[in-house]
Nanobody
């Protein structure tokens, strides 16, 4: 069974940094495209960043230059380093992968950016 377990959310002041982690089990992690999504209150879930098994990355325009996605295949873990955080980055962040055309999600990590 595919499982994704996130950690690393919290409360941070504007301009601060956080790193999210997502540990994946039940699938060949190194082959999987991994993604981070977020959902703010009253808004639709949106793609934040994606990294392929070969390491190709892409980002939402709103986070380019501030966020960085990476992966450690030895640890079955994908990361989201978030710098220069803004109040509009406040959301629940979800780790995601697709296996056999099925979407799998982590439990979500709350990120709150506030002074």
């Amino acid at each position: 069974q595919v499982q994704l377990v996130e950690s690393g959310g919290g409360l941070v002041q504007p301009g601060g940094s956080l790193r999210l982690s997502c540990v994946v089990s039940g699938t060949f992690f190194s082959l999987r495209t991994m993604a981070w999504y977020r959902q703010a209150p009253g808004k639709q879930r949106e793609l934040v960043a994606r990294i392929t098994g070969g390491g190709i990355k892409n980002y939402a325009d709103s986070v380019k230059g501030r966020f960085a996605i990476s992966r450690d295949n030895a640890k079955n873990t994908v990361y989201l380093q978030m710098n220069s955080l803004k109040p509009e980055d406040t959301a629940v962040y979800y780790c995601n992968t697709v296996v056999d055309y099925l979407n799998y999600w982590g439990q979500g990590a709350q990120v709150t950016v506030s002074s």
